[in-house]
């Protein structure tokens, strides 16, 4: 994730035409789909705050919470009840997609194809030799794709491992030791996964694309640039 964003932000930073143009502009997110990226964004930042609070205690992320006296029921109700929000999301965000046409029509747009790795493969052939032909991307990019389905099966992962860990003994009056463990593991290791991703990759695209830069406002808009659809490297 690093080095592809690396080698676009390059390619792009030699480019003397500016990238803030004046496009026609064309629908991407619908108002719910809008207020689902707001709770998800808000979600997540509030469990990897607190998460990482309730494992490191002492460190400067768990600073908010020591402000309380019982800082650490805090933390654990902070992350129970965004863990709650993020579950409810997640069903509605499932029934969201397979009851409206709407919904049904962006999971279609979502889905991987084999064009992906094509497009992934020229975008990269692009980054090293300029004289290759521009690369006509689709609504969403494999970029865009890889980003979400990494979130499904993070939000999988995460929600399971995190069900296992809240019941705690029921998980342990009926499951071996091992399961517990290997269930803290991951859901550790998954939750520092996840913020690098957005840290690296999302952050990238949202705020220092030179296409986009200072900030993305798609997710505020729900309309992107026409431009942002093709690559120009």
């Known amino acids: 994730m690093l080095l592809h964003n690396l080698l676009d932000l390059i390619c792009k930073a030699k480019k003397e035409t500016p990238y803030r143009r004046e496009e026609a502009l064309i629908p991407r997110f619908s108002v719910t789909e809008r207020?689902?990226?707001?709770?998800?964004?808000?979600?997540?930042?509030?469990?990897?705050?607190?998460?990482?609070?309730?494992?490191?205690?002492?460190?400067?992320?768990?600073?908010?919470?020591?402000?309380?006296?019982?800082?650490?029921?805090?933390?654990?109700?902070?992350?129970?009840?965004?863990?709650?929000?993020f579950i409810g999301l997640s069903i509605y965000h499932l029934f969201y997609l397979m009851s409206t046409s709407r919904g049904r029509g962006q999971l279609k747009l979502l889905k991987p194809r084999w064009q992906d790795l094509r497009d992934a493969k020229n975008v990269i052939i692009r980054y090293f030799n300029s004289s290759a032909a521009s690369v006509k991307l689709p609504h969403y990019s494999y970029m865009e794709k890889t980003?979400?389905?990494?979130?499904?099966?993070?939000?999988?992962?995460?929600?399971?491992?995190?069900?296992?860990?809240?019941?705690?003994?029921?998980?342990?009056?009926?499951?071996p030791l091992w399961v517990t463990n290997l269930a803290t593991t991951i859901h550790f290791w998954e939750a520092v996964l996840a913020t690098l991703a957005i840290a690296v990759w999302h952050g990238y695209w949202v705020v220092f694309d030179p296409e986009v830069y200072p900030l993305n406002l798609t997710w505020l808009t729900g309309q992107s640039h026409t431009v942002k659809r093709e690559s120009k490297l």
Request: charged letters at 5%; proline letters at 4%; one cysteine or more.
């Open 147 to 175: 980003e979400y389905w990494a979130l499904i099966w993070g939000s999988i992962i995460m929600t399971i491992t995190g069900l296992l860990l809240y019941f705690v003994n029921v998980t342990l009056s009926n499951l």
């Open 35 to 85: 207020i689902q990226h707001s709770i998800l964004a808000i979600c997540f930042i509030l469990l990897a705050i607190s998460g990482f609070a309730l494992k490191f205690p002492d460190s400067p992320l768990a600073w908010p919470f020591q402000l309380f006296s019982c800082g650490a029921v805090v933390r654990r109700w902070v992350h129970i009840g965004c863990a709650t929000a």
